[in-house]
């Protein structure tokens, strides 16, 4: 569904935070944890955004288009993006990457990674909304839907 400039748009302020993985971690295990982190600081946190990353991996577990399952790239990888969404069962995360060389390439971050020296995340906590996925009868994918939350923090 696509918003007409009348539908209201649920809104949060966002709260920041900073963080630096070390080597070995996996980002996406990482994130999990931060989320949960968060949401016993922050009265039950319900949606999350992945701001930026910049770092490397020696390990890439990534879900390229139009593939069931993961690829796993093993080297030396310059972590050039990483964004994303974040609810308390969910998350998607997409992560390019650039070689050696200069070859870039990239997809949905999947379990198995591993940090080779970092990866410094920025997330934004949204204590105003609730993230959710449910079935898109247009993409035929559970999808996120984006609502005000229904018990505000501090309630």
Request: aromatic fraction near 4%; hydrophobic fraction near 40%.
């Amino acid at each position: 569904m696509t918003p007409s400039t009348d539908d209201p748009l649920p809104a949060s302020p966002g709260i920041f935070h900073a963080v630096r993985l070390i080597p070995g971690a996996d980002p996406r295990q990482a994130l999990r944890d931060l989320f949960r982190r968060i949401a016993q600081q922050q009265d039950g946190l319900q949606a999350m955004a992945v701001v930026t990353c910049v770092g490397s991996l020696t390990r890439a577990a990534i879900r390229h288009a139009d593939r069931d399952a993961a690829t796993v790239h093993e080297g030396r990888f310059e972590i050039t993006s990483l964004t994303g969404t974040v609810d308390p069962e969910h998350m998607h995360l997409h992560i390019a990457l650039a070689d050696g060389e200069g070859r870039a390439f990239g997809g949905h971050l999947m379990p198995g990674s591993a940090v080779y020296t970092t990866a410094e995340l920025v997330v934004v906590a949204l204590p105003g909304l609730s993230f959710r996925r449910a079935p898109c009868p247009l993409s035929g994918y559970d999808e996120l839907v984006v609502a005000a939350r229904q018990t505000p923090p501090g309630s």
